[in-house]
């Protein structure tokens, strides 16, 4: 069974730095990795998604990495910003259609 | 602009009282699913519809079923609430080719409806 963990679940930073969120996955047979946001008892905002053939995403200041062999992915944040402050879920998606996720990295961006 | 879109965003029902959480989209997606999130956890995929054909994880409890009238709409049933029940429904849509039938896309999530159960 596909198990997804995200290290640290909680971090603060202050404003101007990088941020570096790790993913890592148990089983590399994915088909792709989707990076979200999510703020406090709201829905999932697609970041980025990743294909298994690809090795990396950018969109501004996002960046995401893919290892699918190490099953490790990294979502770097560039300058953070108060804004930022939020939830970032990791999700692979397996065979039948699945996304499985980590339970995410809670982001305080101090101002 | 075109958006995933969940009625109500609040939902309080009784232990035992049916109730329907809603979801449609103007995307245009052919590709519909129902996750479940608890407090500090991740989602879980309760089912999704692929165009027409209903495909349930074998570990969703009996008590949620689920409709697709149109492409647009998607319905989450839960027949008999349980406490354990309360959670955030989360609707998210894809756009997907392909005989083989895998979504390859990306997901796009609704706001989500947070359910009580009284």
């Known amino acids: 069974k596909q198990e997804v963990t995200q290290i640290p679940a909680a971090l603060s930073v202050p404003e101007g730095e990088n941020l570096v969120l790790n993913c890592s996955f148990t089983?590399?047979?994915?088909?792709?990795l989707q990076w979200f946001r999510q703020d406090p008892g709201k829905g999932l905002t697609s970041l980025l998604l990743?294909?298994?053939?690809?090795r990396e995403q950018t969109s501004g200041r996002l960046n995401a990495s893919l290892d699918k062999s190490s099953g490790r992915s990294t979502l770097y944040i560039a300058a953070s910003q108060p804004g930022d402050s939020a939830t970032y879920l990791c999700a692979v998606k397996e065979g039948n259609n699945r996304l499985a996720f980590g339970k995410g990295n809670q982001v305080v961006v101090i101002p | 602009d075109a958006m995933v879109i969940q009625n109500p965003r609040y939902q309080v029902t009784q232990f035992g009282k049916p109730v329907t959480l809603s979801c449609s989209q103007t995307l245009n997606h052919n590709v519909m699913y129902w996750y479940q999130q608890k407090s500090s956890q991740a989602p879980k995929l309760l089912f999704h519809y692929y165009d027409k054909d209903f495909n349930n994880e074998a570990d969703t409890p009996d008590n949620f079923q689920s409709r697709r009238p149109n492409t647009s709409f998607c319905f989450l049933d839960i027949r008999s609430p349980g406490l354990g029940d309360a959670a955030m429904y989360l609707c998210a849509t894809s756009r997907e080719v392909g005989r083989a039938r895998i979504s390859y896309n990306e997901q796009f999530f609704g706001p989500g409806t947070r359910l009580t159960v009284l």
């Open positions: 990743i294909q298994s053939s690809q």
């Open positions: 089983d590399s047979a994915i088909y792709n």
